[in-house]
């Protein structure tokens, strides 16, 4: 990973700290241009759908003070959007790999607890 690359931030011209794992360091300073940064060092390109699942994850974090794990993740996208998008198999094909990691890194949230 080049975390060189995502230390840019062309708004105010600071450098944004990742922890080791490429996890944002500190997360008050996400906005939706480190999100597309994140994404593409990923290798993900954001679409609306994957705004939606960034969202429902922010939310998330803001009630529970935690990023959500796999099931915990599957149940919130099912309550908040529906059966079809509530299913693994359709977060894996947004974020392949681990989901949940991948979503919480690019919604500047800290590693689910539960993810190795």
Known sequence: MSNEN????LCSDKKVELD?????????????EIAEL???DEGVTLTDEHWELIH?????YARYEMAPAMRPLVKATKQALGD?????VYL??????????????IAGL???????
Request: charged fraction near 25%; include cysteine; proline fraction near 12%.
């Open 84 to 88: 079809e998008k509530g299913r693994s």
């Open 56 to 60: 429902l994850v922010r939310d998330f």
């Open 20 to 32: 080791p794992e490429g996890y944002l360091v500190e997360r008050g300073v996400w906005n939706a």
């Open 6 to 9: 995502l230390y840019r931030y």
């Open 110 to 116: 800290p590693k689910p607890t539960n993810c190795l």
């Open 92 to 105: 894996m094909t947004l974020f392949p790999g681990s989901p949940p990691k991948r979503l919480a890194r």
């Open 38 to 40: 994140l994404a593409e």
